[in-house]
T-cell receptor
Framework: EPEVTQTPSHQVTQMGQEVILRCVPI?????FYWYRQILGQKVEFLVSFYNNEISEKSEIFDDQFSVERPDGSNFTLKIRSTKLEDSAMYFCASSERTRIAGELFFGEGSRLTVL | KQEVTQIPAALSVPEGENLVLNCSFTDSAIYNLQWFRQDPGKGLTSLLLIQSSQREQTSGRLNASLDKSSGRSTLYIAASQPGDSATYLCAVTGANNLFFGTGTRLTVIP
């Protein structure tokens, strides 16, 4: 069964370092998303991406965040200079149609720990 | 801003019992509602998607209902099994975002 895959599963980094989280969405999906979940809190929307550009972003997604689809399969989230409060589980999701009509499929997540 | 609430926060039931999980949302202008399952330290597994024009969806032992006007959804699990133990999240899609509840942590006791 097709699935969204994410790497790494866990990354530990020092504050101020750059981090890249990688995702391979389901192959025929056109819409891609990043969400995050701080321990014990709700899952929060970060950004959505369609047709090689950001379609929506939340107030959390500030200038230190960026997304890219460098090739036909990968979808990456870059955090330029990590802060302690960036420690969270980051989930990638994809859908065949727009989020409004379509079902979102999530990856297993990448746990980021910032020391 | 859309607020999604799930009650109860935690629930323990003996194996075989039928149970209902509740989700409420403050803004009824939603496009769809999705129920997810999350195992500890794992990702989100989609269980059911209900479009705003639908009243319910069924998949196996799961049945989800949606009453958009009252801002409520329920997830009914029939004949619960220990393997159903997980956190169940509901998420509603508004015009700009997918809003998640904090989840109900279900434990099914053998």
């Amino acid at each position: 069964e097709p699935e969204v895959t994410q790497t790494p599963s866990h990354q530990v980094t020092q504050m101020g370092q750059e981090v890249i989280l990688r995702c391979v969405p389901i192959s025929n999906h056109l819409y891609f998303y990043w969400y995050r979940q701080i321990l014990g809190q709700k899952v929060e929307f970060l950004v959505s991406f369609y047709n090689n550009e950001i379609s929506e972003k939340s107030e959390i997604f500030d200038d230190q965040f960026s997304v890219e689809r460098p090739d036909g399969s990968n979808f990456t989230l870059k955090i330029r200079s990590t802060k302690l409060e960036d420690s969270a589980m980051y989930f990638c999701a994809s859908s065949e149609r727009t989020r409004i009509a379509g079902e979102l499929f999530f990856g297993e997540g990448s746990r980021l720990t910032v020391l | 801003k859309q607020e999604v609430t799930q009650i109860p926060a935690a629930l323990s039931v003996p194996e075989g019992e039928n149970l209902v999980l509740n989700c409420s949302f403050t803004d009824s202008a939603i496009y769809n509602l999705q129920w997810f399952r999350q195992d500890p330290g794992k990702g989100l597994t989609s269980l059911l998607l209900i479009q705003s024009s639908q009243r319910e969806q069924t998949s196996g032992r799961l049945n989800a209902s949606l009453d958009k006007s009252s801002g409520r959804s329920t997830l009914y699990i029939a004949a619960s099994q220990p393997g159903d133990s997980a956190t169940y999240l509901c998420a509603v899609t508004g015009a700009n975002n997918l809003f998640f509840g904090t989840g109900t942590r279900l434990t099914v006791i053998p």
